[in-house]
């Protein structure tokens, strides 16, 4: 029972984000984490004065909300098994659709894209600026592609896979679920998002949250590199340009995530970047060999979600498997 249950919250799940994805004024689990982020951090902001406070709550804060989470999903697991399966997992498919970005992640890239491809550049523009945090205003059609490529393969592993990745894992432990660990991980990306920043006010109050979302985010970026590389039939060639550029870009994740892409697509990613009229320049990613187009972010868009589907299906079949012994 245990197992079909989570075979059909998985299925389901992914089912509703590829279909459906985040409806419009739905409230959104990320939405319920971030007006807690943002109130703590406040609140914390105005007592806590020195680095050791700060740092301190930045932990409580870390902890506090990830297994949080994670409890919420626990406790929904609880519902299916002592109060209503029926209820219990409808709002596991619920809420584990919300931590898988897929349709969020392909409507973003479209919603620059398809001005850009009209010739409206200046809509795209504003467009593009509400997904990226680089100054967007004098931006050329080229770095409007290099910046929407450059969001949907970074967001692959963070926003797709490796939510997917810990949902998996969750699902081989029947008192825990799916669910449990999929919230806990959207938490820790979320409060990354959020307070990870090298940055005031929040250099130590979220040096905690970045750090651990970098631990929990390292395995499943790695299992996607090598995924991709192999599905993209040249895994040597795609992997020695990863271990050539990947180790250069200073977050232990990102840059690996960017850098399969690019070096599957033939494309260069990284360069030059201004933020908030500041110039910063990114580790090049990649080589040259082809240009950014619209056709070069549909085609990572497809090989992110063959990859999420590669993982379901292996994830399914060692369930099935384990259900037998």
């Known amino acids: 029972m245990h197992t079909l249950a989570t075979i059909i919250v998985l299925i389901s799940a992914a089912i509703v984000d590829y279909v459906i994805g985040d409806p419009w004024g739905w409230l959104h689990p990320v939405q319920v984490m971030g007006w807690l982020i943002s109130r703590y951090c406040d609140f914390l902001l105005s007592i806590c004065q020195t680095k050791g406070q700060r740092r301190y709550a930045g932990v409580i804060l870390g902890l506090g909300l990830i297994f949080g989470s994670g409890m919420v999903g626990w406790g929904i697991n609880l519902i299916k098994y002592y109060f209503s399966p029926y209820v219990g997992i409808f709002l596991e498919i619920t809420l584990l659709a919300s931590c898988f970005a897929g349709r969020s992640l392909k409507l973003a890239a479209e919603d620059v894209s398809t001005p850009l491809k009209e010739g409206n550049i200046d809509l795209a523009r504003s467009k593009l600026s509400r997904y990226v945090g680089r100054d967007t205003e004098d931006l050329c059609p080229e770095e409007i592609w290099r910046a929407t490529l450059e969001t949907v393969s970074e967001n692959a592993t963070d926003g797709v896979t490796a939510p997917l990745f810990y949902a998996i894992a969750g699902a081989f432990f029947p008192g825990v679920g799916p669910v449990s660990f999929a919230l806990a991980y959207k938490a820790a990306s979320t409060l990354d998002s959020m307070v990870g920043y090298r940055r005031e006010p929040f250099t130590d109050l979220g040096w905690f949250s970045a750090k651990f979302d970098d631990i929990l985010t390292w395995i499943p970026c790695r299992l996607t590199v090598l995924t991709l590389a192999i599905l993209s039939g040249k895994p040597r060639i795609v992997l020695s340009i990863c271990y050539r550029d990947a180790p250069q870009d200073p977050s232990p994740?990102?840059?690996?995530?960017?850098?399969?892409?690019?070096?599957?697509?033939?494309?260069?990613?990284?360069?030059?970047?201004?933020y908030q009229g500041v110039l910063k320049a990114k580790p090049l990613l990649g080589d040259p060999l082809n240009p950014i187009t619209?056709?070069?972010?549909?085609?990572?868009?497809?090989?992110?979600?063959?990859?999420?589907?590669?993982?379901?299906?292996?994830?399914?079949?060692g369930l099935l498997l384990l259900s037998l012994y």
């Open 253 to 274: 994740n990102s840059g690996w995530s960017e850098c399969v892409y690019a070096a599957i697509l033939g494309v260069q990613l990284g360069g030059k970047n201004a």
């Open 294 to 317: 619209s056709e070069t972010v549909d085609k990572a868009l497809s090989l992110t979600r063959i990859c999420f589907l590669l993982w379901l299906g292996l994830g399914i079949s």
